[in-house]
């Protein structure tokens, strides 16, 4: 199985902040990561598909990029609404898609 | 518009068994599988396996085979998860999700399953 693992698991910022969070695989996996976010009591939201996609009606200040086996989330200005759980996930492996272990965003 | 609704919270003792069921409506079902992912308490999302609504052809991650059967119904366009011989560490929030192309595009609100003695 594909090892996926993401860094940092939690990271505290300003308001206004550039943040930036990592995920690796242990096999490359051309553009298949994406990236969801998750508040506490909710189900996780899709943001970023294959690498650098947008999904529709999230903010452009979330931006993905990476290929192989390195790859990055960044939130451009971080917004109190930010504050949440972020998890990578590969999709090479159909259907076995696996996530990372998350990375808790605070203000 | 395109949603899946869950099943609600349940309470189980250990040994017995749950089930949890997964509607979709907005989209053809057939034309998506339907994954499904738990996450205990305060801990990651883990992926448990994924169900074809076309054929009903299922892969289960290989820790919980054995224990979990998926099953579909395309007449109701209604997904089931069941986990056999409840443990305490399967207490966790259930989720199904839509695989599309890329991802998992769409997720159920979560079914909380609690195991107890």
């Known amino acids: 199985d594909i090892q996926v693992t993401q860094s940092p698991s939690s990271l505290s910022a300003s308001v206004g902040d550039r943040v930036t969070i990592t995920c690796r695989t242990s096999q490359s996996i051309s553009s298949y990561l994406n990236w969801y976010q998750q508040k506490p009591g909710k189900a996780p939201r899709l943001l970023i598909y294959a690498a650098s996609s947008l999904q529709s009606g999230v903010p452009s200040r979330f931006s993905g990029s990476g290929s192989g086996t390195d790859f990055t989330l960044a939130i451009r200005s971080l917004q109190p609404e930010d504050v949440a759980t972020y998890f990578c996930?590969?999709?090479?492996?159909?259907?076995?898609?696996?996530f990372g272990q998350g990375t808790k965003v605070e203000i | 518009q395109v949603q899946l609704v869950q099943s609600g919270a349940e309470v189980k003792v250990p040994g017995a068994s749950v089930k949890v069921s997964c509607k979709a409506s907005g989209y053809t079902f057939i034309s998506y599988g339907i994954s499904w992912v738990r996450q205990a308490p305060g801990q990651g999302l883990e992926w448990m396996g994924w169900?074809?609504?076309?054929?009903?052809?299922?892969n289960y991650v290989q820790k919980l085979q054995g224990r979990v059967t998926m099953t579909t119904d395309p007449s109701t366009s209604t997904a089931y998860m069941e986990l056999k011989s409840l443990r305490s560490d399967d207490t966790a929030v259930y989720y199904c999700?839509?695989?599309?192309?890329?991802?998992?595009?769409?997720w159920g609100q979560g079914t909380t399953v609690t195991v107890s003695s």
């Open positions: 996930q590969q999709s090479y492996t159909t259907p076995r898609w696996t």
């Open positions: 999700a839509r695989p599309g192309r890329y991802a998992m595009d769409v």
């Open positions: 169900i074809s609504n076309d054929n009903g052809n299922t």
